[in-house]
């Protein structure tokens, strides 16, 4: 069964870096699209950044264009997001996900936390 695993979560102050992992497993990584979502308190589930399957194009949110760079590697089956620059408003629970025959598969999210 396709399972997702994000880690790299944590506690940062403004203006410092974090490097987010999405472990993938149960189906063929370098055959899909990979995405990282993030969702603040009170707030809709928002896109962050995608990947193609070859990792050859990457498109980005315009809050998070020059700060954050997603990545992967297809032989890890792990896809990255390097954040760096954070800001206050980076603060959510992140959540890589995969669409695979139209379902969304979801990891259970990593949380974020940008504060002095």
């Known amino acids: 069964q396709v399972q997702l695993v994000e880690s790299g979560g944590g506690l940062v102050q403004p203006g410092g870096s974090l490097r987010l992992s999405c472990a993938a497993s149960?189906?063929?990584?370098?055959?899909?699209?990979m995405y990282w979502y993030r969702q603040a308190p009170g707030k809709e589930r928002e896109l962050v950044a995608s990947?193609?399957?070859?990792?050859?194009?990457?498109n980005y949110a315009d809050s998070v264009k020059g700060r954050f760079t997603i990545s992967r590697d297809n032989a890890k089956n792990t896809v990255y997001l390097q954040m760096n620059s954070l800001k206050p408003e980076d603060t959510a629970v992140y959540y890589c996900k995969v669409r695979r025959y139209r379902n969304d598969y979801w990891g259970q999210g990593t949380q974020v936390t940008v504060s002095s």
């Open positions: 149960g189906f063929t990584f370098s055959s899909y699209f």
């Open positions: 990947i193609s399957n070859l990792g050859s194009d990457t």
